[in-house]
């Protein structure tokens, strides 16, 4: 029997959406408002989802406080009030979509959580807008 936990959380940054191999009227057709060269921001809304087998001594599939302080320090320490292609390592050649940042945020957690245990990242850009990364190439 496997069960799924989660956790919320939430971390707001800025970013823009841009190819730097289009012409800046190619970026605005397709980033639109996203492509503002002086960058916009989004409060955005995360929830990290560890799935396995109940530990049958402790009851936990994840000790949530453990994953808690992992969020924490590999998300919402490094990317809470940063501007995302600036400040944070990655977006420097990686374009920030959504997608992308999901895709980071499992990177940085993936090695962090038993090996045994399925990770799967949501990630709400707004409230209507979200992606879901589960490691699957």
Same mark, same amino acid.
């Given at each position: !029997? $496997? =069960?799924t936990v989660s956790r919320?959380?939430?971390f707001n940054a800025a970013h823009q959406l841009h190819n730097k191999e289009w012409t800046d009227a190619r970026n605005a057709a397709v980033f639109g408002k996203c492509a503002n060269p002086n960058y916009h921001g989004h409060n955005y809304e995360l929830i990290v989802s560890v799935k396995g087998k109940i530990d049958p001594e402790t009851g936990f599939v !994840? *000790? !949530? $406080? =453990?994953? $808690? *302080?992992?969020?924490?320090?590999e998300v919402e320490d490094q990317f809470d009030h $940063? @501007?995302? @292609?600036i400040e944070v390592a990655e977006f420097k050649t990686l374009n920030p979509t959504a997608? @992308?940042?999901s895709v980071v945020i499992w990177d940085k957690l993936r090695?962090?959580?038993d090996k045994?245990?399925?990770l799967s990242i949501t990630l709400y850009e707004t409230p209507r807008n979200f992606v879901t990364y589960d490691? *699957?190439?």
């Open positions: !029997m $496997k =069960v919320k959380a939430h !994840m *000790d !949530m $406080k =453990v994953l $808690k *302080d992992l969020i924490r320090s $940063k @501007n995302l @292609n997608e @992308n940042i090695p962090k959580i045994d245990l399925e490691g *699957d190439l």
